[in-house]
């Protein structure tokens, strides 16, 4: 069956960077899309970047752009978030997600399998 396991959350002053990481596993698909979502205390989950793992395209929301960067490392079946300049708006538990109809769309609704999330805190 489809796993999917974050590491990598943590701790981090203001400024710093992190990158968490996702391996997955069970797919029985070729083409399929693993995202990043994130759900703020208080507030609903949301998007961040999405990554299609037979061909590499990517997708940021746009507060994610230009800090944080995606990759895949298929060899390894790990997907990758580098986060740059976090700040304490970024603290969330984020969730990577898979899309195996690979609709690339940064939508809840596109994504049946989740893992169980990894805490971000950004404070000083």
């Known amino acids: 069956q489809v796993q999917l396991v974050e590491s990598g959350g943590g701790l981090v002053q203001p400024g710093s960077s992190l990158r968490l990481s996702c391996v997955h596993s069970?797919?029985?698909?070729?083409?399929?899309?693993i995202a990043w979502f994130r759900q703020a205390p208080g507030k609903e989950r949301e998007g961040v970047s999405l990554?299609?793992?037979?061909?590499?395209?990517?997708y940021y929301k746009d507060f994610a752009k230009g800090r944080f960067t995606i990759s895949r490392d298929n060899a390894q079946n790990t997907v990758y978030l580098q986060m740059n300049s976090l700040s304490p708006q970024d603290t969330a538990v984020y969730y990577c997600?898979?899309?195996?109809?690979?609709?690339?769309?940064?939508?809840?609704?596109?994504?049946?399998?989740w893992g169980q999330g990894t805490q971000v805190t950004v404070s000083s």
């Open positions: 990554i299609s793992i037979s061909d590499g395209s990517t």
């Open positions: 069970g797919f029985t698909v070729e083409h399929y899309a």
């Open positions: 997600a898979a899309d195996i109809r690979h609709t690339l769309v940064l939508s809840e609704s596109e994504y049946d399998h």
